[in-house]
């Protein structure tokens, strides 16, 4: 396992998606936090929580704005078209709970079959939609493609893995300010997608449940609006 | 009732005291139905305050709560039951009395409801959540006075607001029940006086005799302060003279942070070891405890404080007060000095220490204030509705309610009155529904309308959660500091998460006149070893910075044109007088604003007077307009009187720049996105309910954090921007850090008369802002800019790139 990990060749630390290889395979991190594999004309984006502000108020929580499936929902059709997606894989714990998936609105629900229509759609299984549901679409718990495993959960024994769960985030110290921002981490074995969703919080990449997973030589991108690379340590 | 009682004279004859004029007057006037009385601290206030009820309970032993005390400090509250139990039990009263704050036990909050005292002595948060009882009717039934001390403090702030609005929700189950205010003396008496009475009730005021006029004075030391800090350093030496020389000092600081440097640099010098506490809102409640003891026990020589102890606890033998930093308020200034020498009718004695040169101007023209008995004030503005929406909230936590009902009792509230039934009604649909216009989720709302036109919570679950949020209070994320140890660690305070988060292993800071090293955050608390060797790291804890006030600054002004400044110490004399040589000297009608090159940036200093919020705001204004002109501003600094910017491009014509039409159209553009918006927001929306608190345990569990509010409130600006959330904070924003209204002022006070002054150097009164604290970067491309650059260096590090 003494492969180098390869950058773009460009050797740019900043732009609109950040150029990388994981098991012979060239992938991109893009800004908006969804990770995009030309080769596959593949869109992967992990973590949507559609109907996490209704969850939360079902259980008794505050009546937080009910826009978030929207919100995620038009960053994802601007990246679904701006990059000519034909395939897209959601990475598990697309909705909030179960609930959600009958909750959404019906202008969300037929946006998200506008979405579907005409491309391959993947719904990987996650802990908080364990379950298939009533929307179309491949439901999945795991998903190969060339060589490279999509799945809600990193096993730590994996290879050429893709995976999210874990809504990583990344800070940076800068003259006395401190920027946090979601990010992917990958080395040579896998890559950890950030959330997506809208009301989503993170973990930070320096908890050991992250630093357990990765070699000592992993990267992170963070997201925003533009991609910037940093080491993980 | 106007004859005090043959029991309560004899009383006062065998201690020697004689009645004051006042505390009479209260008495005869104590059937009002309001009552406000001014009166220097030491004039026997709160003795006035609490005779009408000591009388009336004497001749009349009914059970029951007769009289409720508030006090904006849980420990007065503590204070004042001791202080009571002298007269209670000296004159043989059957008068129970008991305190409630959030440090009383369950058991005793519990027998309290059931089975309430006399006379309860709480907060405004501990009543607030008495009232959400649906048993609050039966507890509260017979109460015949509320006394509200301090109240001229509660009315500065949301606590207070909150509280009048439980008044008015008390008067409503107790119609007999007649309001005290206890005030120290302040601008507009009328204004606390209509804010305490039930609207549009008359409300009488007693002003005791204030007293003789303070001796106070500006230390001026051979050493000239330093150009720029709050610190004071150089005035260690001389404090410590001071301290000696009287009997009990308090020395007040303007923040935390200074208060806790201060008091270390305090005792490296203090080589007789006098014994010197130090108090302020971030020490945990027993080092503060055991501060407040030491101190009633007369065993300490002086105090390094905060705003903490502005309020609270008579000490009668504090025979000075210290004024670390300028005042930046006269009426403030007046009352800290009042803390000393409680004994009345002899003058309380107080020495300014400014920090900085500028503080000398700004002290000198406070003393010429006090002087003149000017004091300071803003308007009162209308009541805040996020304190509105947790108080219906709370309202359905007691019961099911009727709006009209809730409507009258919030308009009986005197900053209520104002509001309109249609805002009102915004409230309470964003209370019941989220008041989306996107209606999703209905069947979840919060509250429900039965068709008797009565609210109901739907979820009774949900009344624990509102119980746990009630509140005013704005704690920035704050993690408690604790030594380490196997036995869970000696509490040593708080410090904010922010800061928290800067802090890597080995780092030091101050906390409580410690130094400490910080050795890990371990389960949101932050672990600390002692470490008093090493140099610390400054602490930075929450507080506010205050603004200068409008009465002072425009004081400042007018001083500037009355050269040659016999009044200022000689050093401070001649930087005027360079100022006016090199550049010029601000004016009260104009602004100077001036222009120079320091190592290759660009300079704009702008002297608008308007206060440290407005020229904060005024720099963002400023900075996001140039960043539009292509003029690359980098950065800017604000102070009270000016603003520093820096850039790759010079600003040759400012005067554009002040045009009120311009400065509107890019403050309505900036307005929306900024972090002043989302920090008011937050803390707004968390009032209002619409973000819950952070619990400890919350905090504990569940390692992801939760989302930042500012998602919350971006998402609210794109979907939903007329929500009634967004309006509410955008009232707080203008109102609190935003501070527009100052920027207004300072524009029609000018009227575009803007001297421009481009210099080959830095000028006088721009060099000390080269030297302040909390620049702020301008947050466009510049940040992208900076963090490739931080990128590109540590790939490079590492080896790649």
């Known amino acids: ?233 | 009732m106007s004859v005090l009682p043959v029991s309560f004279t004899q009383w006062f004859d065998a201690r020697g005291w004689a009645i004051h004029p006042h505390q009479t007057a209260m008495l005869k006037q104590a059937n009002l139905p309001a009552l406000l009385l001014i009166a220097p601290t030491g004039g026997g206030k709160t003795l006035a305050g609490f005779l009408p009820s000591l009388v009336e309970m004497g001749s009349d032993t009914r059970e029951g709560l007769h009289t409720l005390y508030i006090s904006p400090l849980k420990a007065l509250a503590a204070d004042i039951a001791r202080n009571l139990s002298t007269p209670i039990s000296e004159i043989g009263l059957p008068i129970r009395v008991e305190h409630r704050t959030g440090d009383t036990s369950a058991t005793k909050k519990k027998r309290q409801r059931a089975d309430p005292p006399h006379i309860l002595l709480t907060t405004p948060e501990s009543l607030a959540l008495l009232l959400s009882f649906e048993d609050a009717p039966r507890m509260f039934a017979g109460l015949q006075r509320v006394v509200v001390d301090e109240i001229h403090a509660l009315a500065e702030n949301k606590r207070g607001d909150q509280l009048m609005l439980c008044l008015a929700r008390l008067q409503k189950m107790c119609p007999q029940m007649r309001r005290v205010g206890l005030s120290a003396t302040v601008e507009d008496p009328d204004a606390i006086a209509r804010y305490l009475a039930r609207h549009p009730d008359p409300c009488e005021i007693i002003h005791a005799d204030p007293g003789p006029d303070p001796d106070i004075q500006m230390m001026v030391l051979d050493t000239p302060p330093p150009w720029a800090g709050g610190g004071a350093a150089y005035a260690i030496g001389a404090v410590l003279d001071e301290v000696k020389r009287h009997k009990t000092t308090l020395i007040f600081h303007n923040t935390r942070a200074q208060a806790e440097i201060f008091f270390h640099k305090l005792w490296l010098e203090n080589s007789e070891s006098l014994p010197i506490g130090i108090h302020h809102g971030s020490l945990a409640r027993e080092q503060r405890e055991r501060v407040e003891a030491a101190m009633v026990a007369g065993q300490l020589r002086a105090i390094v404080c905060t705003g903490s102890l502005d309020l609270g606890i008579d000490w009668g033998d504090v025979d000075l007060v210290i004024q670390i930093g300028a005042p930046k308020n006269v009426k403030r200034l007046v009352q800290r000095i009042g803390r000393a020498n409680h004994r009345y009718n002899s003058p309380s004695k107080a020495i300014l220490v400014p920090a900085n040169r500028f503080e000398i101007i700004e002290c000198v023209a406070a003393l010429q204030a006090v002087k003149a008995h000017d004091l300071d004030g803003d308007p009162r503005s209308s009541g805040p509705r996020d304190v509105l929406c947790q108080h219906i909230l709370i309202a359905a936590c007691a019961g099911p309610f009727n709006a009209d009902q809730l409507h009258a009792e919030v308009y009986s509230s005197g900053d209520y009155s104002a509001l309109s039934r249609a805002d009102f009604d915004d409230c309470l649909n964003f209370v019941a529904t989220g008041g989306y216009a996107l209606s999703s989720y209905d069947r979840w709302q919060r509250l429900h309308l039965t068709p008797d036109g009565f609210w109901h919570l739907r979820d009774p679950r949900l009344a624990a959660k509102i119980r746990m949020n009630i509140g005013t209070i704005q704690d920035t994320d704050l993690l408690p500091v604790r030594l380490k140890n196997r036995m869970g660690g000696k509490p040593l305070g708080e410090v904010e998460e922010y800061f928290a988060s800067t802090l890597t292993p080995g780092d030091t800071f101050l906390i409580g006149g410690k130094v400490v090293r910080y050795d890990s955050l371990n389960e949101q608390v932050v672990q600390v070893t002692p470490n008093p060797a090493k140099k610390p790291k400054v602490a930075v804890f929450s507080g506010t910075k205050f603004s200068c006030s409008t009465q002072l600054s425009e004081r400042i002004l007018r001083l500037f044109q009355m050269g040659p400044w016999p009044d200022l110490p000689r050093h401070t004399a001649d930087w005027l007088a360079l100022q006016a040589t090199v550049s010029k000297l601000p004016e009260p009608g104009r602004i100077l604003v001036e222009s120079f090159v320091d190592d290759g940036r660009e300079y704009t200093c702008i002297y608008g007077f308007a206060g440290r919020n407005a020229m904060q705001t005024l720099g963002l204004l400023l900075t996001q307009h140039m960043e539009t002109a292509g003029l690359h501003p980098l950065g800017f600094v604000a102070t009270d009187y000016a603003t520093l910017i820096w850039g790759l491009e010079p600003v040759h014509d400012p005067a554009p720049l002040f045009e009120k039409a311009v400065l509107k159209s890019v403050f309505e553009g900036w307005l929306a996105g900024n972090a002043v918006m989302k920090r008011t927001f937050k803390n707004a929306a968390t009032i209002a309910g619409l973000i819950e608190r952070r619990s400890i345990h919350a905090k504990k569990s569940g390692r992801q954090t939760s989302f930042s509010s500012d998602i919350l409130y971006d998402t609210l600006c794109k979907y939903d921007p007329e929500h009634v959330m967004l309006k509410i904070t955008r009232e707080e924003a203008m109102k609190g850090l935003v501070d527009f209204s100052r920027i207004e002022d300072m524009l029609a006070r000018t009227h575009g008369r803007v001297d421009h002054r481009v210099l080959d150097r830095v000028s006088p009164f721009a060099a000390p802002l080269f030297l302040e604290m909390g620049r702020v970067p301008v947050d466009g491309s510049g940040n992208e800019r900076l963090l490739s650059a931080a990128a590109e260096q540590v790939m490079t590090q590492v080896g790649i790139g």
């Open chain 1, 1 to 233: 396992m003494n492969r180098t990990i390869s950058t773009d060749k460009s050797r740019e630390t900043a732009g609109r998606l950040h150029k990388f290889n994981i098991a012979g395979q060239s992938l991109c991190a893009l800004a908006s936090g969804a990770l995009w594999w030309p080769d596959q004309k593949m869109l992967t984006v992990s973590d949507l929580h559609f109907g996490k502000s209704g969850r939360i108020l079902r259980r008794s929580g505050p009546f937080l704005p009910p826009y978030d499936t929207r919100e995620t929902l038009a960053r994802l059709e601007s990246d679904i078209e701006n990059c000519g997606a034909n395939n897209i894989v959601c990475l598990g714990d697309s909705f909030d709970d179960i609930q959600a998936t009958q909750d959404l609105d019906d202008s969300e629900l037929s946006w998200i079959k506008h979405l579907q229509a005409g491309r391959q759609w993947v719904w990987i299984a996650g802990n908080h939609d364990p379950a298939p549901f009533s929307i179309g679409g491949s439901h999945l718990n795991e998903f190969c493609q060339s060589g490279l495993t999509f799945r809600h959960i990193a096993l730590p024994t994996a290879t050429a893995e893709v995976s999210g769960h874990y809504h990583p985030k990344y800070s940076v110290r800068l003259t006395g300010r401190r920027i946090s921002r979601p990010c992917f981490i990958y080395d040579e074995n896998r890559l950890i997608l950030p959330a997506y969703g809208t009301y989503t919080g993170g973990l930070k990449s320096s908890d050991d449940a992250l630093q357990s997973l990765f070699s000592k030589d992993a990267r992170v991108v963070i997201t925003g609006t533009t991609t910037h690379v940093f080491p993980l340590n």
